[in-house]
């Protein structure tokens, strides 16, 4: 190599280097507020980067989808098997209001009900609330032994399938279109529909583990406050309440940033 050629072997690295900021300096923690449809209404908390500029915190928060299980949220064990998924419609304060946004059964639990020697019966639909939520539900059910039945094995004929899932379509169709959204969500929560369906298909062929799997939001209608603050009840009165006191920890946190 001839000398003097490479110049940038004598010299520094190009640029100084970045002082490292913690990233976390810059965000603050934020209330999710359940609808009142359960009975836990603190689901938890999210971080967002504060407003700066053009960027505003709350447009960073509106749109998530959060995903808890139905224990937390009704404080029940036995609802574990069930994951609700929950959207950020709007931000008051230091609380994000979240709406319904889907649901479905744990991996788990699915798993376990598939078995041998019985039918496996699924069904979907879509279907339109009183306020105008488009929603694709799916149900699942499983064939079970008649009453003392000696026979093994416990499989329906194609023609009572047919018949079986044509009955769950219809409830499920009548259940939904006839209420909206909330009190659609507070059938979801007894698992009323499966009953619904079980007991309705008891002429057909016996059937045991059916629940509705899974529940997703195709279309929702266009945003509306009044609608929001319906669906999470008596909520102005914890607003006042919490708006401030995360906010005065925040900015005593940090007094280096507010001089700058």
Request: hydrophobic fraction near 35%; charged fraction near 30%.
């Amino acid at each position: 190599m001839a000398v003097g050629k490479n110049k940038r072997l004598s010299k520094g690295k190009k640029g100084g280097k970045k002082k490292a900021t913690d990233p976390f300096a810059k965000k603050d923690w934020y209330d999710i507020k359940a609808p009142s449809v359960f009975n836990t209404r603190n689901v938890g908390k999210t971080l967002v980067t504060r407003t700066q500029g053009t960027k505003i915190a709350s447009d960073g928060l509106k749109g998530r989808v959060l995903t808890c299980s139905l224990a937390d949220l009704q404080n029940n064990e036995a609802d574990a098997h069930r994951n609700i998924k929950l959207r950020v419609e709007d931000v008051q304060g230091r609380n994000c209001l979240t709406n319904f946004y889907g649901m479905d059964l744990t991996t788990d639990k699915l798993r376990s009900m598939i078995r041998k020697w019985q039918t496996l019966i699924e069904a979907h639909v879509d279907v339109k609330t009183t306020d105008g939520y488009v929603l694709r539900m799916f149900a699942i059910s499983f064939t079970k032994k008649r009453q003392g039945q000696v026979k093994k094995t416990a499989y329906a004929r194609s023609s009572q399938i047919r018949q079986i899932r044509k009955k769950m379509v219809e409830i499920m169709t009548r259940e939904a279109t006839s209420c909206d959204l909330k009190e659609l969500v507070g059938k979801f929560i007894p698992e009323a529909i499966g009953k619904e369906i079980e007991k309705s298909c008891q002429g057909i062929y016996p059937l045991q583990n059916t629940f509705v799997r899974k529940v997703k939001l195709l279309r929702a209608p266009k945003f509306d406050i009044n609608k929001l603050m319906e669906v999470h009840g008596d909520y102005s009165a914890e607003v006042s309440e919490k708006i401030e006191r995360p906010a005065e920890e925040i900015v005593g946190a940090a007094p280096e940033e507010a001089a700058e």
